[in-house]
């Protein structure tokens, strides 16, 4: 039982290096309607970074995740295709954003304002099709 929804705790949304959690309560209801569609658990590998955090990994400058309205998540058995496709079925991701990275097998979901899609291959951005394409999945995408 989570703190937070039925399945999701504060401390799974923690940033990595000061423990620090600031969240949006609309991307944990976003993220347990997609954990309820999957019917699988569904793990935040990233979730809120301070802006120190975000600098030392990386991270882009006017991130999602310093806002507590982004989380990269793996759900165990699914491709990033199989992933982004159940994400497309919430409707607070299909209105937000959905990048998927499937040579580092997760997808990153946000509840932003507005429809952002991306995909990235080798560290490098393509195109959503092309990254969909390259998980072993059809491709769905309307980028």
């Keep these: 039982m989570g703190d937070l929804s039925r399945n999701f705790s504060r401390h799974e949304f923690?940033?990595?290096?000061?423990?620090?959690?600031?969240?949006?309560?609309?991307?944990?209801?976003?993220?347990?309607?997609?954990?309820?569609?999957a019917g699988l658990p569904v793990r935040v590998t990233s979730g809120y970074r301070c802006p120190e955090h975000n600098r030392t990994i990386g991270g882009a400058t006017r991130s999602q995740h310093l806002l507590g309205t982004a989380a990269d998540i793996v759900v165990r058995g699914m491709t990033s295709a199989e992933m982004y496709r159940l994400a497309?079925?919430?409707e607070a991701f299909r209105n937000g954003g959905i990048g998927v990275y499937p040579d580092k097998g997760f997808i990153h979901v946000d509840v932003r304002d507005g429809r952002a899609r991306w995909g990235q291959l080798g560290g490098k951005y393509v195109a959503l099709a092309k990254a969909l394409k390259n998980t072993g999945g059809d491709d769905h995408a309307t980028a």
């Design 88 to 90: 497309e079925d919430v």
């Design 14 to 37: 923690a940033c990595r290096c000061c423990d620090r959690t600031e969240i949006n309560q609309r991307l944990v209801d976003a993220l347990q309607e997609l954990r309820d569609l």
